[in-house]
C-alpha cells in the first residue's frame, strides 16, 4: 500500500470523529481548522502514523487546540450539543418531548458544572467512543492513571447530576406554585 492510499484510508476513517473531538473543544468552525490541521500533521508524519491512527490523531488535535488556546487567549463556546448531534444520529424512538428536553437540560447542566479535564475525559470515552487504553493516550497518561481518573469524574458527575436534578425539580415546583390561579364564576 502506497502512503497516499494509507493516508486516504485513515483519512475516511478517522475524518468525521476528529472532527467531533474538535469541534466538542473549541466550537464547528475553529474545529474544521483544526481538524484541518490535525491531517496535514499526519500526512506530514506518516511514517510515525500508528495504527490504529485514532487516538494518535486526537493527540495531534488536542495539542493544536491547546496551541491555539495559549496563541488566542480568548473563550470559546462549549460545543458539547454540536459533538452529541454529529456523533448521536437520529433517534429511533419518540419520547415525550419536555422529558427528553428536561433530561438533556440537566446531563448538560451537570457536565457544565464539572472541570474541564473530566468533561473531556468523559467525553472521548461516551461521545467519542474510545477505549480507555485510546483515550489514556490522547491525554498523554498511563491507562492506569486514566483509570483513577475516570472513577473519580464518574463520581462528581453523578454528584453535579443529583445537583442539577434537585435545583431542575425545586425550579419547577416553584414555577407551578408562582402562576396565578383564576376562579372563574367567582364572585368579585
Not at 18 to 46: H, K, N, Q
Not at 110 to 132: N, V
Not at 148 to 153: E, K, M, S, T
Request: hydrophobic residues 40%; aromatic residues 6%.
Amino acid at each position: 500500500m502506497t502512503p497516499v492510499e494509507r493516508f486516504r484510508g485513515v483519512y475516511e476513517e478517522c475524518y468525521p470523529r476528529v472532527l467531533a473531538y474538535a469541534t466538542s473543544l473549541v466550537g464547528r468552525e475553529v474545529g474544521e481548522d483544526i481538524t484541518s490541521e490535525t491531517f496535514t500533521v499526519a500526512w506530514r508524519r506518516m511514517r510515525d502514523l500508528p495504527h490504529p491512527a485514532l487516538p494518535w490523531l486526537l493527540g495531534v488535535a488536542r495539542n493544536l487546540v491547546r496551541e491555539l488556546r495559549r496563541r488566542d487567549a480568548h473563550q470559546y463556546l462549549l460545543a458539547t450539543e454540536e459533538a452529541q448531534r454529529i456523533t448521536s444520529g437520529a433517534e429511533t424512538h419518540v419520547r415525550d418531548i419536555a422529558a427528553v428536553v428536561t433530561d438533556r437540560h440537566i446531563a448538560l447542566q451537570a457536565l457544565a458544572s464539572l472541570p474541564e479535564a473530566d468533561r473531556e475525559l468523559l467525553t472521548l470515552l461516551a461521545w467519542h467512543g474510545l477505549s480507555a487504553k485510546e483515550a489514556a493516550r490522547v491525554l498523554g497518561c498511563t491507562t492506569a492513571t486514566l483509570t483513577v481518573r475516570l472513577y473519580r469524574a464518574r463520581r462528581r458527575l453523578e454528584k453535579a447530576l443529583e445537583t442539577a436534578q434537585a435545583s431542575e425539580a425545586m425550579s419547577a415546583a416553584s414555577s407551578e406554585t408562582a402562576l396565578p390561579t383564576t376562579h372563574q364564576g367567582a364572585p368579585a
